[in-house]
């Protein structure tokens, strides 16, 4: 096994000692971990065989034990389960149990995405779009647009040339000066949204199914968010205690969520150039997947 983790180059370490493990968890974002935590603790139906090696990874990280984390990410990844790619670049990117390494982050959201993980576009989109990916703006445009992340009109014109490298670049080169910062701006904010509901997966964990819409204004950096999500049924056949139930994980989602829009627009600074009629309608649809 270890020469197969040395060939994909993922033979990950980390240091031992509940002090070390601190340290690193205060070096990834705090929001990021707690993302995780909290997924951890929601999921309810029954998991694949990636999803339960993901589980173990994250297991260990809600005690913040790096080292049994980055020993369940070298047997996940040893058996090449997209979804484990698709952690491996979280991890990579936020510092959480690994140290800091956008490249590597790509890496394995790249795989992610090539085998199907639609999170990991939206996750590339977000990242080029931050100083640790370069800030490369066109390379997250060209993510935002595989991603199928919504956009105003305005940067949305280029999204239809993302298989023709060369004309979309020619697209962003002839946008007015500041249009390209401003719709990468947007292009982040929206990915980082959209990735939270990407696979569904997170309705399936509370049980819930229904509406979620986002209304982003990003020349006031504000993001408002409203649903019409019930319970989806067979979680209790009182009536009154699945009632009780469906308000309580409804108000875990949308605290959920509140929390990613807030880091959203604390991690991508808004552009002076922003046009004050932009504004970015997006309406998730969630179902139980049984």
């Given at each position: 096994?270890?020469?197969?983790?040395?060939?994909?180059?993922?033979?990950?370490?980390?240091?031992?000692?509940?002090?070390?493990?601190?340290?690193?968890?205060?070096?990834?974002?705090?929001?990021?971990?707690?993302?995780?935590?909290?997924?951890?603790?929601?999921?309810?139906?029954?998991?694949?065989?990636?999803?339960?090696?993901?589980?173990?990874?994250?297991?260990?990280?809600?005690?913040?034990?790096?080292?049994?984390?980055?020993?369940?990410?070298?047997?996940?990844?040893?058996?090449?389960?997209?979804?484990?790619?698709?952690?491996?670049?979280?991890?990579?990117?936020?510092?959480?149990?690994?140290?800091?390494?956008?490249?590597?982050?790509?890496?394995?959201?790249?795989?992610?995405?090539?085998?199907?993980?639609?999170?990991?576009?939206?996750?590339?989109?977000?990242?080029?779009?931050?100083?640790?990916?370069?800030?490369?703006?066109?390379?997250?445009?060209?993510?935002?647009?595989?991603?199928?992340t919504a956009l105003p009109s305005a940067c949305a014109s280029a999204s239809a040339m993302a298989n023709e490298p060369d004309r979309f670049v020619a697209a962003l080169k002839a946008w007015p000066a500041g249009q390209l910062e401003a719709c990468a701006?947007?292009?982040?904010?929206?990915?980082?949204?959209?990735?939270?509901?990407?696979?569904?997966?997170?309705?399936?964990?509370?049980?819930?199914?229904?509406?979620?819409?986002?209304?982003?204004?990003?020349?006031?950096?504000?993001?408002?968010?409203?649903?019409?999500?019930?319970?989806?049924?067979?979680?209790?056949?009182?009536?009154?205690?699945?009632?009780a139930q469906a308000r309580t994980m409804r108000t875990a989602l949308q605290q959920q969520l509140r929390s990613v829009a807030d880091r959203a627009l604390k991690r991508h600074a808004k552009p002076a150039a922003v046009p004050a009629g932009w504004r970015?309608?997006?309406?998730?649809?969630?179902?139980?997947?049984?």
């Amino acid at each position: 096994m270890r020469a197969l983790l040395v060939a994909l180059g993922i033979a990950f370490t980390a240091s031992a000692g509940s002090a070390q493990d601190d340290r690193q968890f205060q070096a990834g974002r705090e929001a990021d971990f707690d993302q995780w935590r909290w997924a951890q603790t929601q999921r309810a139906r029954a998991l694949t065989e990636g999803e339960r090696a993901v589980q173990a990874v994250t297991a260990a990280m809600v005690k913040r034990d790096c080292t049994a984390a980055a020993a369940a990410l070298n047997a996940g990844l040893a058996k090449q389960h997209p979804e484990v790619w698709l952690l491996a670049g979280a991890m990579f990117e936020d510092g959480l149990c690994l140290k800091p390494n956008w490249d590597r982050a790509v890496n394995f959201y790249q795989r992610a995405d090539s085998a199907g993980q639609p999170a990991a576009a939206l996750r590339l989109a977000a990242g080029y779009a931050a100083p640790a990916g370069g800030k490369d703006l066109a390379a997250a445009l060209w993510w935002a647009a595989r991603g199928k992340t919504a956009l105003p009109s305005a940067c949305a014109s280029a999204s239809a040339m993302a298989n023709e490298p060369d004309r979309f670049v020619a697209a962003l080169k002839a946008w007015p000066a500041g249009q390209l910062e401003a719709c990468a701006y947007a292009a982040a904010v929206m990915a980082t949204l959209q990735g939270e509901f990407a696979g569904n997966d997170l309705a399936s964990s509370l049980g819930l199914e229904g509406r979620v819409r986002i209304a982003f204004v990003p020349a006031e950096a504000r993001i408002d968010i409203d649903d019409d999500l019930a319970a989806a049924g067979g979680v209790s056949s009182d009536a009154a205690v699945r009632e009780a139930q469906a308000r309580t994980m409804r108000t875990a989602l949308q605290q959920q969520l509140r929390s990613v829009a807030d880091r959203a627009l604390k991690r991508h600074a808004k552009p002076a150039a922003v046009p004050a009629g932009w504004r970015v309608d997006s309406e998730q649809v969630l179902h139980l997947v049984r």
